[in-house]
């Protein structure tokens, strides 16, 4: 949040100056919906840490008890199925948020892809002096 909440507030105002007000709401709609969503999953896990983790450094949490290795292999095996039901369905749950988005995403024209495709062809045509 010591990061989020000044970051999303200068994207606001820089894109506003730049008259590109929905690519800064953009940025944070996403921004802070992630934060939104660690908090949320923490809690529905019941971890006692669950506001912690977005107040770091302000909130010192406790280190892992199991290795990075362990704890990505843990999380593959949710994903897989080999955990008990309440942690699949915590992963499917977040799946299916992924999913829904990428498809209204879709639905919507793909914004933002026509800017990131022009990108290579304008670097090959050099500078321009707005006299073209």
Known sequence: MLLAVPLGI????????????????????????????D??????????HAFG?????IVTLPAYEQPVLTRLGDYVSVFTGFQST???????????????????????GRPGLTPIRQAPERSFDGPTDGNE
């Open 53 to 57: 983790r977005v107040l770091w450094p």
């Open 39 to 48: 908090v949320l999953f923490g809690v529905l896990r019941s971890n006692p």
């Open 86 to 108: 309440d942690d699949a369905m915590i992963v499917i749950l977040g799946a299916s948020v992924v999913y829904v988005t990428i498809g209204v995403w879709i639905f919507d």
């Open 10 to 37: 200068a994207a606001l105002v820089l894109t506003h100056q730049h008259d590109r007000r929905l690519l800064g709401i953009a940025f944070v709609v996403g921004y802070w919906s992630h934060l939104l969503g």
